[in-house]
């Protein structure tokens, strides 16, 4: 009765652990392939989730050196900000043009533009006509589904130019 009870313990040990594995696939499901256009139109539903997109390199920060923008690679009207993190080093103009694969986790912070325009007024006062190229970009992402009040981009976590 004792063997009978111990292979009764084990069958159900294993139906418990095989009972495990959709979790372990769901996990997998986790890495998000999404182009440009999806991270920046619709940025709250994968906040801080792990993505992997492609596009064009459109920029790097000739000042800091430790972002870059990609694009969409298709349609140029649409790029994401990509902080380079460990990876700043890698990283040089001469790859503007190429095309990457990368992976990441995507952030997103809130801006207050009605503080920033208050702002740019009074620069506007002081001779600065910044304002109405920030009114022109805010005019053009908002044709273009892009809210711009939410400043969306990517802490990368691995690359490949291709």
């Known amino acids: 009765m004792e063997r009978k009870g111990l292979f009764i313990l084990v069958a159900f040990i294993l139906m418990l ?54 694009l969409q690679k298709d349609d140029s009207d649409y790029s994401i900000l990509v902080m380079l993190k460990d990876f700043t080093d890698k990283f040089d103009t001469r790859f503007e043009g190429e095309y990457i694969s990368a992976q990441g986790t995507l952030k997103t912070e809130m801006r207050d533009l009605g503080q920033q325009n208050e702002d740019e007024e009074h620069d506007h ?27 969306t981009f990517i802490e990368l976590q691995s690359f490949e130019i291709k």
Do not use: W
């Open 17 to 70: 652990s095989c009972g495990e594995q959709p979790k372990e696939e769901e996990a997998v499901k986790e890495k998000l392939e999404l182009s440009v256009i999806e991270m920046v139109t619709n940025p709250m539903e994968y906040e801080n989730k792990n993505v992997t997109f492609e596009g064009v390199i459109g920029h790097i920060c000739r000042h800091s050196g430790d972002k870059m923008r990609v």
């Open 125 to 151: 006062q002081e001779g600065d006509h910044s304002c109405e190229t920030t009114k022109e970009a805010i005019k053009r992402m908002n044709e273009l589904g892009i809210n711009p009040e939410i400043r």
